[in-house]
């Protein structure tokens, strides 16, 4: 599903993978599409299953550190059946892919948390001996485990911009000392203990990116997607090595092929149009995403659930 078309509820609009629908005032329909994004562009080739596959692997990770496990920060779960706020007719759209949420005043920060280095983060290293204002220490090399896990934050860009790197005293700026350190503090210990169920199933986070809102009461709520192949570097650990980029089972893999692609005969430039993707590609990228989600789940449970009886 490249797009829903839900004719139940009303549109609120749609990011790079999701379509936010409105249910009354307080909640919102999120519908997981199987659209894929790369330096911040969308592809015109979808990724089949993909928005089942997010949705239940957030749910995963939601149940491990919310209220149910770990109890780390509240989370924006409603824990309503999404099929009962929308009609028969749209129920086969909404069905494994979607989350039925409290809506929530958005933080315009990404709460980037990285254990190793890599990516935009070792380019940075290697020009500064610095990620986002925080120093590190010199002799590291690609993907080098990081002594302790930093908090380099980025600021949220429009919808086909950049996400731009920014200091954690730029936070500070944009919404107070008080709530940017609550933020920093929970993104840690929210990387923490995601890294330590991920390693005990022989699986390495090497980064990932969190999203916070404000209800009304003003506290501090984990929206949005949490530790997917789409916002999180994963490794495998009996295949990671300091110094060689590791096999990733995350969304590197399309990276490195646009890299390299083509568009009207010459490197593709970052912006629309993106390069046509291959079956191969499409095909890899996918397998990759199923990877992860069965190893860290070790679920058996099929990622194309089917409709039972919606209201």
């Known amino acids: 599903m490249m797009t829903s078309t839900l004719s139940s509820l009303p549109l609120l609009g749609r990011g790079k993978v999701r379509d936010n629908y409105a249910v009354g005032d307080d909640r919102i329909l999120m519908v997981a599409s199987d659209r894929i994004s790369a330096f911040d562009v969308i592809m015109d080739q979808a990724i089949p299953g993909k928005g089942v596959l997010l949705t239940q692997m957030a749910l995963f990770w939601f149940d491990q550190l919310g209220p149910k496990g770990q109890n780390i920060c509240p989370v924006h779960l409603t824990d309503e059946d999404p099929l009962r706020v929308v009609t028969t007719s749209d129920a086969l759209?909404?069905?494994?892919?979607?989350?039925?949420?409290?809506?929530?005043?958005?933080?315009?920060?990404?709460a980037v948390v990285r254990g190793y280095l890599a990516g935009s983060g070792w380019q940075e290293y290697q020009a500064s001996r610095?990620?986002?204002?925080?120093?590190?220490?010199?002799?590291?090399?690609?993907?080098?485990?990081?002594?302790?896990?930093?908090?380099?934050?980025?600021?949220?860009?429009?919808?086909?911009?950049?996400?731009?790197?920014?200091?954690?005293?730029?936070?500070?700026?944009?919404?107070?000392?008080?709530?940017?350190?609550?933020?920093?503090n929970v993104s840690l210990a929210l990387y923490q203990a995601a890294s330590q169920i991920a390693l005990a199933r022989g699986i390495i986070i090497a980064d990932t990116k969190f999203e916070f809102g404000l209800d009304a009461d003003h506290t501090l709520v984990l929206m949005d997607e949490v530790l997917t192949p789409d916002s999180s570097r994963y490794w495998p650990a009996?295949?990671?090595?300091?110094?060689?980029?590791?096999?990733?089972?995350?969304?590197?893999?399309?990276?490195?092929?646009?890299?390299?692609?083509?568009?009207?005969?010459?490197?593709?430039?970052?912006?629309?149009?993106?390069?046509?993707?291959?079956?191969?590609?499409?095909?890899?990228?996918?397998?990759?995403?199923?990877?992860?989600?069965?190893?860290?789940?070790?679920s058996a449970t099929p990622l194309h659930p089917t409709v039972t009886s919606p209201s």
């Open 93 to 110: 759209q909404v069905v494994g892919r979607s989350m039925l949420v409290k809506r929530l005043t958005p933080i315009p920060i990404e």
């Open 130 to 184: 610095s990620v986002c204002g925080v120093p590190l220490p010199d002799g590291l090399q690609n993907a080098s485990r990081l002594t302790a896990p930093i908090y380099t934050p980025a600021a949220k860009a429009a919808l086909g911009q950049h996400d731009q790197n920014i200091t954690y005293d730029q936070t500070v700026a944009m919404v107070g000392i008080q709530l940017a350190a609550q933020i920093r």
């Open 238 to 298: 009996d295949l990671y090595v300091a110094g060689v980029n590791p096999q990733s089972f995350d969304k590197q893999f399309l990276r490195d092929w646009l890299a390299a692609a083509q568009v009207g005969g010459h490197l593709w430039d970052k912006t629309y149009p993106p390069p046509h993707l291959p079956p191969e590609v499409i095909a890899n990228t996918a397998a990759r995403y199923q990877e992860v989600y069965r190893r860290l789940t070790a």
